[in-house]
C-alpha cells in the first residue's frame, strides 16, 4: 500500500507527537512538505531507520532574537543542531523593522552589539516585509516567524526622546504596528527595560496594544523589572492583557538578584490567578542562570535620551558621566539596577570584538586589571567600543529555575542571537545548547517531567501560543517539521567559558519536508520560510 508515494519515509521510530499523549510506533511519509500519512509499513524515496529514537515535532523557539543575525548566519546551525525548525523572532522589543529612513542610523547605532558583522546589512528595508523578503532571498535554513518590536516603532516615530508621545505620535505608532500585523506579524514585543521602550508609560502601552485587540497578535514583554518589582512587573503587564483582552507572553521569566529569590512562586500565581479570570497568558524560560544583553543596559534609561552617539557623547563629559554614576549608586525608582543588585563580579563580558582580550572577564577584573574604579572600566569600555559590546549577567538561581521550566505555564526559549564558532566571542552558551540541556537536565537526569510533557512545551504549546498555523504537531497535514534524537545521549556541551559547542544526540532535523541535519551534520539546504500569520488567527 503506498509504496514508492512518499518523498520521505521515517520508519519505526517512537513518536511523542507534541500534545503530551505518551509515544506510539509508527511510519511517518513525508510528502510535498507535508506530514502526508502516519501509518505502518510505509515505503518512498528515501527512508530514514529510526528504530529506538523518539520522533517529534520540530522545537519552536518563542523568544529568540535570529533576526538580528540571519543574514549573517542564514544555515543558523546553532538551532539545527539543537532542533529549533521555527524561531519566533523580534522580541524584546528590538525588531529590525519598520525604519523610518531619517532615523535609520539610531535603529542600526541601536542594534550594532547584536549584529554579526560579517555581512553589509545595507539597512535598505523600511518595513517588516522588505527586511524579511531580503531574508528570504538568499534562504534561509529554519522557518521564521516574526514579531514585531515596540522599540524599534517608538525609534521610528520618536527617536530615543523620552516623553508622552503626542496623539500625532501615537496615531503614527499604531499605524505602524497595524501595518506590521497586516504583513504577517504575529504580534508585538517590549523590551521595557531598553531605551526607549523604557521611556513608555503603562498608559501609552496600553494605547498601542489596543491594535492587537482590532488586529490579532498577542503581546510578549520583557517586563519593566525582573528583580526587586518582579511583582509590580507582573501586575502592570497582566492589567494590560485583561484591560484590552488580548494574549500576553512574559518573556524568559525569572527572579534577578539574590534578594528576589523565590518571587517567582508568587509571580507564577498571579498568572494562573489571571488565567482563572480568563486571561490567556504564559511565559517562558531559558535554562540558565545567567542571562546576556548590551552592556547600555546597566545605565539609567536617561543616559541613553538622544541615542547612542548622545550616550557615548555623555560618558565622555566628566560631569555628566559623573551624575550617571551618582543615579547609580543612589538607584531610580522601579529601574532595575544590575550593578547595585549583583555587583561588578557578575557581570561579564560576553562579546566584544574591538576588546577580544576583555571577554570572559568581569567588570570587576577588568577595572583592577586597569587599576580604575569599576565606572570607569565600565564608563571606557563603551567609550572605546562605542557601545559594541554585550555582557553576561548572573543572577538567577537553580532552584526558581527549576520551578518556572515545570509550570504547566512555561515555555522553553534560548532568547540568544544566531552565531556560530567561526562567529568567535564568547556568547551565551544557550545560543548551542538550550533545548538539548532542558531535555537532559530536567526530564533525563531530574525527572521533574516527563518526556511527553517536555516535548510538548517546545512544540505544540509555543506554536499554538504564538498562532503558528498547522506545525508544532505530528499529525497527518502539518508541515513536515521533525526532529529525530536519542533520549540516552541528548545533551548540551557549550559552557560559559567554552561556548562554541555543537549538542549531542539530535540525529535527524527536518523542515518543511527536507533533511537539514542528518546523522547529526548539517545538510547545507535552506528550506525554511518566513511565516505570516494569517488575518483571522
Ligand atoms: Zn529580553
Redesign the pocket.
Known amino acids: 500500500m503506498m509504496s514508492g508515494f512518499f518523498d520521505l519515509v521515517i520508519r519505526g521510530a517512537r513518536i511523542l507527537d507534541g500534545t503530551g499523549n505518551p509515544f506510539f510506533v509508527r511510519d511517518v511519509g513525508i510528502k510535498d512538505k507535508q506530514i502526508a500519512f502516519i501509518g505502518k509499513n510505509l515505503e518512498g524515496k528515501r527512508v530514514v531507520e529510526a528504530e529506538g529514537l523518539f520522533l517529534c515535532p520540530g522545537f519552536v523557539d518563542i523568544h529568540n532574537h535570529v533576526d538580528h543575525g540571519v543574514l549573517a548566519f542564514p544555515d543558523a546551525e546553532s538551532y539545527l543542531m539543537q532542533g529549533v525548525t521555527t524561531s519566533v523572532v523580534g ?2 522589543g528590538l525588531s529590525m523593522a519598520p525604519i523610518d529612513p531619517a532615523r535609520a542610523e539610531l535603529t542600526r547605532h541601536y542594534l550594532a552589539p547584536f549584529l554579526r558583522k560579517e555581512v553589509e546589512y545595507g539597512w535598505e528595508w523600511r518595513t517588516l516585509a522588505e527586511f524579511f523578503e531580503k531574508v528570504e532571498q538568499g534562504g534561509i535554513a529554519q522557518n521564521l516567524a516574526p514579531l514585531v518590536g515596540q522599540g524599534t516603532i517608538r525609534i521610528a516615530v520618536k527617536g530615543f526622546d523620552e516623553g508622552v508621545p503626542s496623539s500625532e505620535e501615537m496615531a503614527k505608532m499604531k499605524n505602524l504596528l497595524a501595518q506590521s500585523l497586516d504583513e504577517g506579524a504575529f504580534g508585538l514585543t517590549s ?1 521595557l527595560i531598553y531605551p526607549p521602550g523604557s521611556y513608555s508609560t503603562p498608559e501609552e502601552l496600553l494605547e498601542l496594544t489596543t491594535v492587537l485587540k482590532t488586529h490579532g497578535g498577542f503581546y510578549a514583554t ?1 517586563m519593566r523589572n525582573e528583580g526587586d518589582c518582579l511583582l509590580e512587573s507582573v501586575a502592570e503587564t497582566l492589567a494590560l492583557g485583561e484591560k484590552n483582552g488580548i494574549p500576553i507572553q512574559i ?2 521569566h525569572k527572579a534577578v538578584g539574590k534578594a528576589n529569590w523565590g518571587k517567582v512562586n508568587e509571580s507564577l500565581k498571579l498568572m494562573e490567578a489571571a488565567r482563572e479570570r480568563g486571561l490567556e497568558v504564559n511565559c517562558d524560560v531559558y535554562p540558565y542562570q545567567a542571562g546576556m ?1 548590551t552592556l547600555t543596559a546597566l545605565l539609567p534609561p536617561t543616559a541613553l535620551e538622544g541615542g547612542v552617539g548622545e550616550m557615548l557623547k555623555r560618558l565622555a563629559d566628566p560631569d555628566e558621566s559623573r551624575k550617571i554614576e551618582q543615579n547609580i549608586e543612589k538607584g531610580i525608582p522601579g529601574w532595575e539596577n544590575w550593578i547595585q543588585s549583583l555587583g561588578w563580579g557578575n557581570l561579564v563580558i560576553s562579546e566584544c570584538e574591538a576588546r577580544a582580550d576583555y571577554e570572559g572577564l568581569s567588570l570587576e577584573n577588568i577595572s583592577r586589571q586597569n587599576s580604575s574604579t569599576p565606572y570607569r572600566a565600565l564608563f571606557d569600555l563603551l567609550l572605546e567600543t562605542q557601545g559594541n559590546v554585550t555582557m553576561l549577567l548572573f543572577g538567577v538561581n537553580e532552584e526558581d529555575l527549576r520551578t518556572v521550566v515545570k509550570s504547566p505555564l512555561s515555555c522553553i526559549a534560548s ?1 540568544s542571537w544566531v552565531t556560530a564558532p567561526r562567529g568567535g566571542g564568547k556568547p551565551h552558551p544557550r545560543a548551542y545548547g538550550t533545548f538539548p540541556r532542558f531535555l537532559k537536565t530536567y526530564v533525563r537526569e531530574n525527572g521533574d517531567l516527563s518526556w511527553e510533557d517536555a516535548i510538548r512545551k517546545i512544540t505544540s504549546l509555543p506554536a499554538t501560543k504564538a498562532g503558528i498555523a498547522r506545525r508544532g504537531l505530528v499529525q497527518e497535514g502539518f508541515f513536515a517539521d521533525l526532529v529525530l534524537f536519542d533520549p540516552q545521549f541528548i545533551g548540551d556541551k557549550a559552557t560559559f567559558s567554552d561556548p562554541h559547542q555543537f549538542p549531542v544526540g539530535i540525529k535527524h532535523v527536518i523542515v518543511n519536508g527536507e533533511l537539514v541535519l542528518e546523522d547529526e551534520q548539517p545538510t547545507g539546504l535552506r528550506p525554511g520560510k518566513v511565516l505570516k500569520r494569517s488575518a483571522c488567527r
Open positions: 522580541n524584546c523590551g520583557h518573556s524568559h544583553t532568547d
